[in-house]
C-alpha cells in the first residue's frame, strides 16, 4: 500500500495549482461584478439629480425668468459635468438635463448617461 499513497501526491500537488487558479479569477470577477454595480447604482443616483434639476429649470423657464438663471438654477442641482438645454414652443418649455456618461460604461462604449426631462407651462405674467 506505501506505493498507492506515492501516486495520489503528485497529482494533489498538480490541483493544487488549479484551486490558487480558480480563486484568483473568482477574486477577480467578484472585483468587476462589485465595480460595475457601484457604477450601475451611482448612474442612477445620477438620474435621480439630472430630474431633480431638470424640475428646476423647467419652474424657473415657466415663471420666464432669464435663460442664464435656469440653466445655473439647474446646474447647481444637477451632477458635475452636465448639460442643460432649453426649448419652449410657446405654451410649455421643456429643460432637458444630461449628465456625463459614468466610466466603466463609457469606455465600453455603452451610452447609459443619465438623462432628466421636465416639461412645464408657460406662466401668465
Known sequence: ?????????PRAA?????????LALGMVSFALLLLLSITAIATGVDHVQCSEASRVGARLAARSEPLNAIVSGALAVAPDGSRVSVQADGTTVTV??????RAPFAELGWDV???GRSVAPMEDR
Do not use: D, F, N, Q
Open 14 to 22: 498538480r490541483e493544487a495549482g488549479i484551486v490558487t487558479l480558480e
Open 1 to 9: 500500500m506505501p506505493g498507492g499513497g506515492s501516486r495520489l501526491r
Open 113 to 115: 448617461a443619465a438623462v
Open 96 to 101: 432637458t438635463v444630461r449628465a456625463p456618461a
